[in-house]
């Protein structure tokens, strides 16, 4: 979905780096998500926001941290990267006003921890 | 813990076939049941959804099945098309937030 955007696409990083994976949204939405998917496991909820001040942790939030630094922009870090840390990452947006929470996703950033 | 099994893990389907996916859930607060469609190199996109008062709901040619007693729902995808070849995840969520998904069904349809 073009109105979600999520940078880098893709990623390869070493043991140990830090990386921000960075999400942008044009929808308007107040609320934003942080997912990981895995083979077999789906998605995974690693944070959620409801609005700038308002950051809650989801069920995997072990070794990343975000910050919403805007409406519009919801970034994920890890700290310290490690191998099984290897995931696609989604983020999504949806509307509070919708009473169905349907969520829009962007188009993934897959990262690679060597 | 998954709140939300999912099964099969992938099925293959001819073209005009039906493909059945089905998922259970524990947690009976659940009250919303959406499905998600997600094609290669794309983010999941909101395909259909069901809330626990009803027992049915067709879009096209998909449609899902609700059984409230047993906790158990499922998707029905007739008359399969090649362009209907994805990942499918059910999902459950409480109070309109957060998503509890599946693992995941890979669908491939053959021509």
């Known amino acids: 979905d073009a109105d979600v955007t999520q940078t880098p696409r893709n990623r390869i990083t070493k043991t140990g780096k830090r990386i921000m994976l960075e999400c942008s949204q044009t929808k308007g939405h107040d609320r934003m998500y942080w997912y990981r998917q895995d083979p077999g496991l789906g998605l995974r909820l690693i944070y959620y926001?409801?609005?700038?001040?308002?950051?809650n942790k989801g069920e995997i939030s072990d070794g990343y941290s975000v910050s919403r630094q805007a409406q519009a922009k919801f970034s994920l870090s890890l700290e310290s990267a490690i191998p099984n840390q290897t995931a696609l990452y989604f983020c999504?947006?949806?509307?509070?006003?919708?009473?169905?929470?349907?969520?829009?996703f962007g188009p993934g950033t897959r990262l690679t921890v060597l | 813990q998954q709140q939300v099994k999912q099964s099969p893990q992938s099925l293959i389907v001819q073209k005009g076939g039906i493909s059945i996916i089905n998922c259970a859930y524990e947690n009976t607060a659940f009250d919303y049941f959406p499905w998600y469609q997600q094609f290669p190199g794309k983010g999941p996109a909101l395909l259909i959804a069901?809330?626990?008062?009803?027992s049915e709901k067709k879009e096209g040619r998909f449609t899902i099945s609700f059984n409230k007693s047993a906790k158990q729902f499922s998707l029905h995808i007739m008359d399969s098309q090649p362009g209907d070849s994805a990942t499918y995840f059910c999902?459950?969520?409480?109070?309109?937030?957060?998503?509890?998904f599946g693992a995941g069904t890979t669908v491939t349809v053959r021509a």
């Open positions: 999504a947006t949806s509307d509070r006003g919708q009473t169905n929470n349907e969520q829009f």
């Open positions: 926001s409801f609005d700038v001040k308002d950051i």
């Open positions: 999902a459950a969520s409480l109070n309109d937030y957060k998503l509890s």
């Open positions: 069901i809330r626990p008062d009803v």
